[in-house]
C-alpha cells in the first residue's frame, strides 16, 4: 500500500528585534527531534511597526503559537485574543499558544524559573531577595508570589523602577514587599531563605561585571539563583558555590521556561536534559 506523504510542517517561532542572537531555536528543535515532532521554530526578525501583521500571519499559516522577545512583550497584547493569570498581572506576554481559533499570551519566564526554584526549595512562606526591577525580576517575583512566598526584598539601582514593581507586588499580588535603593555593598538580611539576581550584571561579555553584593552574607543552606544563561557560570554562581549555597544557574530557567512552551504548544513534556545539552553546545563554541 502506498505511504501517505505529508510535507507539512506544524510552526512556532521567536518574534523579536534584534533577535538573531537569540538560542532559543537550538533548544526547542533539539527537543523536536529528540521526540520525533515535524515541527519547526523560526527566528524570525519583526520590527515593532511590523508586528501587528506579523501576528495576522501567524492566524493566517496556523502557526501553533510562537515567543516573543524584546521589544515585543508588551505590545503583543494588544493583537491576542486573552493572557493567562500571570500575563495579566505582568502585563507581559514571552509565549503565545493558539487554543483553537484563539491566540492567549502567557508568560513563561517566570514559570521556567519557579520550576528550577522548586527542585531546590517550596517557594510557600520564604524570604526572598530580589536584585533587580526589570522584566525578569517582575516575572519572578510575580510568580514566587503566587506560588505562597511570604515576602520580597526588592534592590534596584533605579528608584523609580524599583517603586514602581513593588506597588505592582502590592496592589496585584498583595504581597509583602520592602524596597531599597541600591548604594555600595547590600548585605543580605537574617531570615533570608533565597537570593536571586534579576538583572543584567554578569551577561557576555561583561562576564567578570560584579554585584554589589556583600558575599560574607551568604550562608550556608541558602538558595542562591542566577537569570544569566551566558555564561551560567557567573561570578556570583561561583562565590555562592564556594559559600554553601544550593544554587540555580540561568540555563536552568531559559530550559525550564522552553519546556513550559513546548509543553503549551505541543502538548508532550519534552526532555529538559535534552535541550540543556543543546544550550551548553551552543554557548561553548
Ligand atoms: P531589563 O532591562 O528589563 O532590566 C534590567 C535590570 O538590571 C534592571 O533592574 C536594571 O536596573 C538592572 N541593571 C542592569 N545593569 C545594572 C548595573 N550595572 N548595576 C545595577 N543594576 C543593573 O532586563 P530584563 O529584566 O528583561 O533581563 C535581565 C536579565 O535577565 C538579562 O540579562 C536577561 O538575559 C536575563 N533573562 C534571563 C532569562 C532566562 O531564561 N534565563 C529570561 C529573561 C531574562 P535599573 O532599573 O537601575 O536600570
Known sequence: ???????????TGCFGQPVSENPTQAMIEAAYKHHRLDWRYLTIEVSPAGLADAVKGVR??????????IPHKVAVIQHLDGLGESASVMGAVNCVVRRGDKLIGENTDG???LESFRTLMDPKGKRVVVFGAGGAA????VELALAGAAGFTLVNRGAARGRELTALLHDKVKTQVQFVEWIGDFKIPDGTDAVINATSIGLFPDVDARLALDVSTLKQGMVV??????PPQTRLVREARERGCKVIDGLGMLVNQGVIGIRHWTGIDPDPGVMRRALEEVFSS
Not at 4 to 10: A, I, M, R, S, T
Not at 63 to 69: L, S
Not at 138 to 141: F, G, H, M, S
Not at 225 to 230: G, L, S, Y
Open 60 to 69: 493566517a499559516m496556523g502557526f501553533k503559537g510562537f515567543n516573543c522577545t
Open 138 to 141: 517582575r516575572a519572578i517575583t
Open 1 to 11: 500500500m502506498a505511504k501517505v506523504l505529508n510535507f507539512k510542517q506544524e510552526l
Open 225 to 230: 539563583a542566577d537569570v544569566i544563561p551566558n
Open 111 to 113: 514559570k521556567g524559573f
